[in-house]
């Protein structure tokens, strides 16, 4: 028995990297390199787990542009045996919604038995896109996951789960969605030689929304939400008062506290 | 469902103002009645009416609390299938429900099991869903703006659901404040039809171990730990004692597992605003001040001049924590002994 477990994976721009832009004083993200979500390391790390566990082949998948092909490479690197880039004009614009269709389609076409993502990206924080993944195939969803525990013999994997004020252990029929928890896995570090090969010799298969047959439910137009506005948050005035002395702190406590 | 984007749906036949209330095990999420709280004010504006969704088993005190705090009516879908909670079963009952009531709004915590049902839910409806929301408002058209921080919180963007209904979006806990039970309660509680039987899950909860949830949005005083505490929360725990404040975190301490994710402050964690917060080894990040901003006076203590944190405090001292708290806390208690005295 073995399973294919699909991983996705997506570039975002560096936030340890995010400059202030100097004329605004505000952040500015388009200057920072981009590299892989860092909650999709962990992710790759829990589908890793899984082919240890139950066999079969870990495929990296992204949606992105032409060269988010990098990510697919150092998942290669890191140990999958396969990655799909998912890639189109149509694309553009896309919120979770058609994200998430895109990336079911792609599962399904995959045969996939297990779907593993990280529990948000640092670029949009949504965390929608793992249930709505499992939502569209209408599969089975496990988020907020601290361990796998995978179960071939009864076609399920079972799951750590972190829930406010504690856990809980889940299983879920298969096909199954899992998003992991940030920080939560620990990433083994990824061998030379797969380095080598993932640099040189590696090319992603790709597809595109034709390829999915999904060119007209994808992309802004499709999108339900849309963004009406941005507004500058100004910062909260404070007196930035540094004392030296430890008394003079005390004091100020003991004011606030009566 | 609806394929065929924009021309599917005719938004004017939805209406009423839902709010998701969420429970495990009888008890209920605080965060579900500061949305009936901000549920209400929307509601009013549209002159619609304010729905509380209640899915669970054994549910009636749940039905009759949510009246008590404002809810004009309640839809009840009450079964054992609906406990503990599973991603499956409450998304086809309130895909199921969608259909038979219509929502124009539908207000959901953003707790983990709430990001868990709304991105399950969102996508059969297909909903526009917002997450992470912490402003929301309606324009002039009747139309939901939900606010969400984004860049780094840096920015406030405003997102729309023009085409789509339900408008759907998951509300940080922490923002609004909860609606109060009255005694003039005099909504109706309604009885939904259960669509989902046990023997279509496609999930299995084996165990469950939940302890008291710790809620450091409705604290006074709070002393937060961040990465420069090293794992030793100790310093802290003396000074929130003195002080008596709730413990609470940065993401940095929470990654490390040295303290629960409950207690988390900033984007993704919770937003708190006590009359004192106390940053004990917190550098600053924008992620962390984003949760901290409501606070009354911020006090900082750390070694690095350079950290962010002391241009985002009121007072800050340079120093080492593991001798600075220790040293507040004695002085604090002195005090406390010289006014008992």
Redesign the interface.
């Known amino acids: 028995m073995s399973w294919t477990i699909a991983v996705g994976v997506k570039q975002v721009p560096d936030?340890d990297e995010?400059g202030i832009d100097p004329d605004t004083g505000?952040?500015d993200?388009a200057s920072a390199p981009a590299v892989m979500n860092p909650p999709d390391r962990d992710a790759l790390e829990a589908a890793l787990t899984i082919r240890d566990q139950v066999g079969g082949e870990v495929i990296a998948v992204t949606m992105g542009p032409p060269n988010a092909k990098t990510v697919l490479e150092q998942a290669v690197a890191m140990g999958c045996d396969d990655a799909v880039l998912v890639t189109d004009r149509a694309f553009a614009g896309s919120?979770?919604?058609p994200t998430?269709l895109t990336l079911a389609r792609t599962a399904e076409a995959l045969e996939a038995d297990v779907v593993v993502c990280g529990e948000?990206t640092t670029d949009?924080?949504?965390?929608?896109?793992?249930?709505?993944i499992?939502?569209?195939n209408g599969?089975?969803?496990?988020?907020?996951v601290e361990g796998v525990d995978a179960r071939p013999e009864e076609d399920r994997l079972?799951a750590r789960?972190?829930?406010?004020?504690?856990?809980?252990?889940?299983?879920?029929?298969l096909p199954v969605v899992v998003a992991v928890a940030?920080?939560e896995f620990d990433t083994r570090p990824a061998g030379l030689h797969r380095k080598i090969y993932a640099e040189n010799d590696f090319e992603p298969t790709q597809w595109t929304a034709e390829d999915l047959e999904i060119k007209e439910?994808v992309g802004l137009?499709?999108s339900?939400?849309?963004?009406?506005?941005?507004?500058?948050?100004d910062?909260?005035d404070?007196?930035?008062?540094?004392?030296?002395d430890?008394?003079?702190?005390?004091e100020?406590?003991?004011e606030?506290?009566a | 469902m609806s394929?065929d984007?924009?021309s599917g749906i005719d938004v004017d036949e939805y209406d009423d103002v839902w709010v998701f209330i969420e429970e495990?095990a009888g008890e209920v999420?605080p965060v579900s009645w500061e949305l009936l709280e901000e549920g209400r004010t929307l509601a009013e504006k549209l002159g619609d009416e304010l729905v509380a969704l209640v899915i669970g088993e054994d549910v009636d005190e749940i039905a009759e609390e949510a009246l008590a705090r404002g809810a004009d009516r309640v839809l009840v879908a009450d079964d054992p299938v609906f406990e503990?909670y599973?991603?499956?079963p409450y998304?086809e009952q309130f895909r199921a429900m969608v259909e038979a009531y219509k929502p124009s709004i539908a207000l959901i915590g953003g707790?983990?099991?709430g990001?868990?049902f709304?991105?399950?839910?969102?996508?059969?409806a297909?909903?526009?869903?917002?997450?992470?929301v912490t402003e929301i408002d309606v324009d002039d058209d009747g139309l939901l703006?939900a606010r969400r921080?984004?860049?780094?919180?840096?920015?406030?963007?405003?997102?729309?659901?023009?085409?789509?209904r339900p408008q759907m979006a998951t509300i940080r806990p922490g923002v609004f404040e909860a609606a109060e039970p009255t005694d003039e309660a005099d909504g109706e509680i309604v009885e939904a039809d259960v669509v989902v039987e046990e023997a279509d899950c496609?999930?299995?909860?084996?165990?469950?171990?939940?302890?008291?949830?710790?809620d450091i949005t409705e604290a006074e005083?709070i002393v937060a730990v961040g990465h420069g505490v090293e794992g030793d929360l100790e310093p802290a725990r003396e000074l929130a004692e003195a002080?008596?404040a709730e413990l609470a975190a940065s993401r940095a301490a929470?990654?490390e597992g040295w303290i629960d994710?409950?207690r988390q402050v900033g984007?993704?964690g919770k937003t708190v605003r006590p009359?004192?917060y106390?940053a004990v080894g917190i550098s600053g990040a924008?992620q962390h001040l984003e949760g901290m901003?409501k606070s009354?006076?911020?006090?900082a203590i750390n070694n690095d001049?350079n950290a962010p944190i002391?241009?985002?405090?009121?007072?800050?001292?340079?120093?080492d924590l593991f001798e600075?708290c220790p040293?507040?806390a004695d002085?604090?208690e002195g005090?406390l002994q010289e006014v008992v005295q």
């Open positions: 936030d995010v505000r952040l993200r919120d979770t919604w998430s948000e949009s924080s949504t965390g929608q896109v793992p249930p709505g499992a939502a569209h599969w089975a969803q496990l988020t907020y079972a789960r972190d829930v406010e004020g504690g856990h809980e252990l889940v299983a879920a029929d940030y920080g439910e137009d499709v339900p939400t849309s963004v009406g506005g941005m507004e500058t948050v910062p909260v404070r007196r930035g008062e540094v004392v030296d430890i008394d003079d702190l005390a100020v406590l003991t606030v506290n | 394929d984007n924009g495990h999420m503990p599973r991603a499956d998304g707790t983990h099991t990001r868990d709304a991105g399950r839910v969102a996508v059969p297909h909903a526009g869903l917002t997450a992470d703006q921080p984004a860049f780094g919180g840096d920015v406030l963007a405003t997102i729309l659901c023009e085409e789509h496609i999930s299995e909860v084996l165990e469950r171990e939940v302890g008291d949830t710790a005083r002080l008596d929470v990654d994710g409950a984007q993704t009359d004192l106390v924008i901003n009354g006076t911020v006090i001049p002391f241009e985002h405090a009121d007072y800050g001292i340079v120093g600075v040293d507040l002085r604090l005090d």
